[in-house]
Structures are given as C-alpha cells and as structure tokens.
C-alpha cells in the first residue's frame, strides 16, 4: 500500500511569484485535505476535495487554490506568495468526505518566501 | 479561538512509565477526536481516535480516554519507550459540516528518557 507522497520537499520563493505543490493520496482513498503548519502552531485547515470537488475550505485567502484530478491526486496553487506564507504545507488523504475516518499525512513541502 | 487546546508545550518521563497527554476542547460540535505523532521532518503519524460515542479507546500501549462533560480527553501511553520521543498532536472533527477538516492543538513534545 502506498503512503501520501508530496512534492518536492522543499522550495524557495520569494515574494509575490506563485508556486504549485503536489500530492498523491494513499491507494484507495478519494478525499484529500490541505493544512499549512506555521513554526510552533498545530497544522491549519486550508481545503480539502472530494471526488475532484472543493468540499470545504478553512480560513484562507482565495489565492490560495487547489484541484483534484480523477486519479485523487492534487495540486495546492498559492499566488502572490507573502512571507507569512512561509510553513509547511501537509496533505492528507482519507476515504470518503462525509465520514469519520483517520486522515493519512504526506511528509509536507516545507516552504520558505525571501 | 483555540477550539482545541494542548495546554503542555512539553513533558518529560521515565522509558517504562506512563505518559499522559492531555487535550481540552470548547466546540461542542466536535465528534470524533484522533491523535497524532510527529517526528521532526515528517509529516503526523495516526495513532488512535475516538468517536464521542465511547469514553475509551485502546490500541497496544495506547489508550484515549474521553471525558465529553468536561470537554477533555487524554492519551496514556504505557509503558513509555525512548522511540515515543515526538510531538503529540491531539486533533478534533465535527461530522454535523460538510467535510470532516481536523482542527488541531498546538503539540506537546514527548521526551521519554532511557
């Protein structure tokens, strides 16, 4: 069974470009959630999709965006990076988006705006 | 808000003791609560959930109690092994919204000495 891979690892931007971050949800699972973790901080909801649809998305800026593709991967997309958007960015991957399930976590993108 | 909250920042305890990590909660909405181990440079491990219907749940050396009254749960870990050393995540959703996002606690950092 394959895990939640993300990528890349790590990146470095700088103020006002835009960058795109990738997931693989684990095999089987269909919902994928997006959470950024600040230094210090518990990881933060930003969105998850289910069934390549939006299905809830936390308190973050529009610019902040996401897809999800028939294979259940998906894509975070930040546009006009700030500094504050400097964290780790985790995705999780769980099956079905209307039931409890434990969410699986990919090791994150650690990203870092100069 | 903090709608769930890990009061301990750390704790520290012998290898073959207990350790106990505390988690409180203010969203009466929440139903369903997980926690969640995180080494450096990976991304949070599922350990064990609980949905509010039970007050106790138990996986090998871990165990989540849940006390819905108070808004408290905890997490026993016995006997405590060097390789627990981590951040602790204590993690919460509510089933009654559209998705299931977690909302986290900031962490508690486990250190079991040898």
């Known amino acids: 069974e394959t895990g939640v891979t993300q990528s890349p690892t790590h990146l470095i931007k700088t103020r006002g470009q835009q960058v795109t971050l990738r997931c693989s949800s684990q095999s089987g699972h269909n919902t994928v959630s997006w959470y950024q973790q600040a230094l210090g901080q518990g990881p933060q909801f930003i969105f998850q999709y289910y069934r390549e649809e939006e299905n809830g998305r936390g308190n973050f800026p529009p610019r902040f965006s996401g897809l999800q593709f028939p294979n259940y991967s998906s894509e975070l997309n930040v546009n006009a990076l700030e500094l504050d958007d400097s964290a780790l960015y985790l995705c999780a991957s769980s099956l079905g988006g209307r039931s409890n399930q434990p969410q699986h976590f990919g090791d994150g993108t650690r990203l870092s705006i100069l | 808000d903090q709608q769930v909250k890990q009061n301990s920042p750390s704790l520290s305890v012998q290898e073959g003791r207990i350790s106990i990590l505390n988690c409180d909660y203010t969203?009466?909405?929440?139903?369903?609560f997980l926690w969640y181990k995180k080494y450096p440079a990976e991304g949070p491990t599922f350990l064990i959930s609980i949905s509010s219907i039970k007050d106790k749940n138990e996986d090998g050396r871990f165990t989540v109690f849940l006390n819905k009254s108070a808004k408290h749960l905890s997490l026993h870990i016995v006997p405590s092994q060097p390789g627990d050393s981590a951040v602790y995540f204590c993690a919460a959703s509510a089933s009654g919204g559209s998705n299931y996002k977690l909302t986290f606690g900031k962490g508690t950092l486990l250190t079991v000495n040898p």
């Open positions: 969203n009466s909405m929440f139903d369903y």
